[in-house]
């Protein structure tokens, strides 16, 4: 794997950078798991699919009409329409404008939760993040794992690493979706 290492950065931007791809990778699985499980809910009710065995930290079910799974090690996951914010999210972290459709809180320091969101997805998110910043986060936006269409910002403060991704609908009328990935600080 190669690390590109931004010019200039070889005090303490190194650490930053190398900081911020370690909480990412560290917490990708979860994210990916998320995200596969709010598109199979939100496209499938076809009662003929396979079951599926839970392993590892994978969140599955035999029957994908359930919107609660739990992995091997008990964390558990809601998927739907329009959830509400679990008591156990974790304290002092604000959330999005939009429709709660996936959220799975670990502890009382990591969690991540996805907004569907109507509107402009760039304005929506760029308001999140001056929620952010007001609430004491520094915010910066990483380059390297934005692509065209998905823009991805990571805040910091003495407690808490988040990621935060915005992804546009399929279609321009479409939501979009919000992610939010809270961790402990480093």
């Known amino acids: 794997m190669w690390v590109r290492i931004p010019p200039g950065a070889h005090n ?4 930053e950078h190398f900081r911020s791809l370690r909480v990412f990778s560290g917490s990708l699985v979860l994210v990916l798991a998320l995200l596969a499980l709010t598109l199979v809910s939100g496209c499938s009710t076809d009662s003929d699919l396979p079951d599926v065995t839970s392993t590892n930290n994978q969140f599955e079910t035999d029957n994908p009409d ?4 739990t992995d091997d090690a008990g964390n558990e996951m809601q998927v739907g329409q329009d959830l509400d914010l679990p008591a156990d999210w974790p304290s002092g972290i604000p959330t999005p404008d939009g429709r709660l459709v996936a959220v799975s809180v670990v502890d009382q320091s990591t969690a991540v939760g996805t907004w569907q969101v109507d509107g402009d997805l760039i304005q929506i998110e760029n308001n999140y993040l001056q929620v952010l910043q007001s609430s004491g986060f520094e915010t910066s936006r990483s380059e390297d794992l934005s692509t065209e269409s998905i823009t991805v910002f990571f805040a910091v403060n003495n407690n808490f690493d988040i990621t935060v991704s915005a992804t546009p609908g399929e279609n321009l009328t479409d939501p979009g979706e919000i992610t939010v990935l809270v961790n402990p600080a480093l």
């Open 66 to 69: 359930v919107s609660t799974f």
């Open 12 to 15: 303490g931007g190194v650490k």
